[in-house]
């Protein structure tokens, strides 16, 4: 088959399978999707789909560059890396976190572009709450300070208690 041909085969199964998984996304080009995947502890992970010639590659936006403990942030990352499925984490430039994949155009099928989906949902949902206390726990606590001065509710930032001082910690 050539190469078009794969290539318009592949962006019709990836449109199918987030219409058929009731995603919401964009086709801001052909073969080109960005996709938004809800989470829990991440509200929503943003995740882009590119046909091109030979692979279907994707890119997430995980979480900004680390305020802090950099080392330990990136070691992580690349722990965990070793047990990922079809994708992994990656760091651009200016030191932000993404997961990354390819698959060549061959391999791309429903159950494949689900798969990798759910591999991006996981790792950036799932570990959300490790990366931000690893690389941001200095501005959670700061935040938490501030927040109880000023009477503010504490609701989005209770899974980071155990930061703060155990005075200032919601009672039950």
Partial sequence: MPEAETAE???????R???EAELEFEQPG???????LPGTRKLATTCSLVVGQHTLSLNAFVVRRPDENHEAV???LLERNTRLYGVAYAIDRL????????LSLAAVTPEEVDR?????LENADGSFNT?????FAGSIRREWEWRVKRGESLRNLE??????DPEQRPRP
Wanted: a positive charge.
């Fill in 9 to 15: 085969r592949v962006a019709r199964v990836v449109r």
């Fill in 17 to 19: 399978t987030l219409e």
């Fill in 30 to 36: 052909p073969g080109t999707f960005v996709v938004t």
């Fill in 74 to 76: 990136y070691r992580w």
């Fill in 95 to 102: 030191g932000d976190v993404y997961l990354v994949g390819k």
């Fill in 116 to 120: 990798l989906l759910g591999a991006v």
């Fill in 131 to 135: 990366l931000l206390e690893l690389g």
């Fill in 159 to 164: 899974a980071f208690a155990h930061l703060t």
